[in-house]
């Protein structure tokens, strides 16, 4: 069975540092792109941007380039989404994302993970 | 960016009835545009994919049609389970936008 499963919620302070993690299985990890998506509290869902994990290679949602860095261990087939200094504005929860098919640029988002639910508070 | 926006915001829906949402781009889209489902607390679920293809074990109530700029999904009878947000989906430009979403709740 094709999974994502996401690391636990967590709550941090601001200027606190952060990385969650996407745990791929089922499929060939580093055949598909895989994506990051913010949805703040009742709000809709935001593209953060993709990572190949075949070689890192990243596009970052122009919203989001250097507030988050995007990173994958191919050798455990892990996808991370990195804070270097957290605000408040960071509540949300993350999800990560895989491309439904192994080919192209774009595409619809197939498989997702559970979510990560990140809380920053003083 | 391509700007998307979805009506209505929210649908009252009785159970067996026929539904159709609707989702606009900003500029064309070819086809490029995916559907998915998110019920409270959970993770969005893909249902329709470049623009008409049904996802796996997707029921085929859920349809999708349209092009371009304009397109719409039509779920034919619904069913108590399909209570949920809709979000549609662009995948043709970067970077990837989704529109609002409409809600479908009880009536």
């Known amino acids: 069975e094709v999974q994502l499963v996401q690391s636990g919620a967590e709550v941090k302070k601001p200027g606190e540092s952060l990385k969650i993690s996407c745990k791929a299985s089922?499929?060939?990890?580093?055949?598909?792109?895989i994506a990051w998506v913010r949805q703040m509290p009742g709000e809709g869902l935001e593209w953060m941007g993709i990572?190949?994990?075949?070689?890192?290679?990243?596009r970052y949602s122009p919203y989001f380039q250097g507030q988050v860095t995007m990173s994958v261990d191919k050798s455990i087939n892990v996808a991370y989404l990195h804070w270097n200094s957290l605000e408040a504005s960071d509540s949300a929860m993350y999800y990560c994302?895989?491309?439904?098919?192994?080919?192209?640029?774009?595409?619809?988002?197939?498989?997702w993970g559970q979510g990560t639910m990140v809380t920053v508070s003083s | 960016e391509v700007g998307m926006t979805q009506s209505p915001a929210t649908l009252s829906v009785s159970p067996g009835e026929r539904v159709t949402l609707s989702c606009r781009a900003s500029?064309?889209?070819?086809?490029?545009l995916a559907w998915y489902q998110q019920k409270t607390g959970q993770a969005p679920r893909l249902l329709i994919y470049?623009?008409?293809s049904r996802a796996t074990g997707v029921p085929d109530r859920f349809s999708g049609t349209g092009s371009g700029t304009e397109f719409t999904l039509t779920i034919s009878s619904l069913q108590p389970e399909d209570f949920a947000v809709y979000f549609c989906q662009q995948y043709n430009n970067w970077p990837v936008t989704f529109g609002p979403g409409t809600k479908v709740d009880i009536k």
């Open positions: 470049d623009e008409s």
């Open positions: 990572i190949w994990p075949g070689d890192s290679n990243i």
């Open positions: 994302a895989r491309y439904l098919r192994t080919s192209g640029n774009s595409d619809a988002f197939g498989v």
């Open positions: 089922g499929y060939s990890f580093t055949n598909f792109w």
């Open positions: 500029q064309s889209i070819s086809n490029n």
